[in-house]
């Protein structure tokens, strides 16, 4: 948006009035992206966010890779257009990568302009499927472990944190 403003001064006698100046703000964000999360869920990828806001928001493309730079697009979901209240998403991928898989948003406008999310990453344990540990990285103090199969016996978990330090 443009704008126009200028300064009145008036002493009480007399009135001066200043150049008028222009400025101009940046456009409206296409949206408010509150938080995006991947989780594994029973041999798939739960891909959940939410948005505060939305302006001109045509959709989200869902994009996945194997190491973090090279990104496909591996799914579609429709934006809501416009709006002002807390909007929630949710997508599956049911086709997962084995170890490590990136996942980003491509969020596009009407006019085709587009921006990107952050990343979420997710791991699935390709040497037993039976259980699904996220988020990975952990970030604060949260860690899922989720078991599909039943466990028989001891297992032994350890979490190993950035530096490779056992936590």
């Known amino acids: 948006s443009q704008y126009e403003w200028f300064v009145e001064m008036f002493d009480g006698e007399n009135t001066v009035l200043s150049q008028v100046q222009n400025f101009t703000t940046a456009a409206a964000l296409p949206i408010s992206l509150l938080n995006f999360k991947a989780s594994p869920v029973n041999g798939a990828v739960?891909?959940?966010w939410s948005t505060a806001s939305e302006f001109n928001n045509h959709h989200f493309?869902?994009?996945?890779?194997?190491?973090?730079?090279?990104?496909s697009k591996i799914g579609e979901?429709?934006?809501?257009g416009d709006a002002q209240t807390?909007?929630?998403y949710s997508t599956l991928d049911n086709k997962p990568l084995k170890n490590t898989s990136y996942y980003r948003l491509?969020?596009?406008?009407?006019d085709g302009k587009f921006t990107y999310s952050w990343i979420a990453t997710v791991?699935?344990?390709?040497?037993n499927s039976g259980i699904d540990i996220f988020p990975n990285p952990v970030t604060g103090s949260d860690i899922n472990i989720q078991f599909r199969d039943k466990i028989n016996g001891k297992i032994q978990i350890m979490v190993i944190d950035a530096a490779g330090k056992i936590v």
């Open 123 to 127: 791991f699935i344990n390709e040497k």
């Open 46 to 48: 739960k891909l959940e």
């Open 77 to 80: 979901v429709p934006g809501k």
């Open 61 to 71: 493309d869902i994009e996945r890779s194997a190491n973090g730079n090279l990104f």
């Open 86 to 88: 807390i909007q929630r």
């Open 106 to 110: 491509k969020q596009i406008d009407l």
